[in-house]
């Protein structure tokens, strides 16, 4: 038992020390090259009220663009989007495939989407204005239905 406690005790130290907490910092200029082109492709005319930096459990750094009008971006260490949470009118049409943007215009003609996230490299939650969550492959077919 001291030994499994004793294991915990180390391997937990360098997690304690090497992590910075969150850092937050004004303008879009601290975030990855891929983000920033991804933030003024997509959203040139909202304006970035800051942008925190946190480290997960690994050191491995996240990113956090939250905009005035409530939207949240979240991206990796790369530049890559994870979550896009909007709060107001839903998303630009421009970041979903057309395949998932026609299946939505089909079904679920007065629904918006609200939040996007990137389970894994194969599989895209949509969470609609209805609360309905739609999951979706890399080819933009529709996995299943979560009501």
Known sequence: ???IIFAIMLL???IFCFSRGNIFVEG???LPIKA?????????TERLVYVKESRTMFLRKKF?????NGMKIEFDSRGNWIDIKFVKDGLPGNIVSKKILDYLKENYVSAFI????KMSRNMLRV?????????????????????
């Open 12 to 14: 937990s130290v360098p």
């Open 36 to 44: 920033q082109n991804f933030i003024n492709s997509s959203f040139a």
């Open 127 to 147: 969470l609609l204005s209805n609360k309905r969550e739609l999951y979706f492959n890399q080819f933009g077919d529709r996995v299943f239905i979560d009501i």
């Open 64 to 68: 956090l663009a939250v905009f005035s």
């Open 28 to 30: 879009k200029d601290k």
């Open 1 to 3: 038992m001291k030994v």
């Open 114 to 117: 609200l939040e996007l996230e």
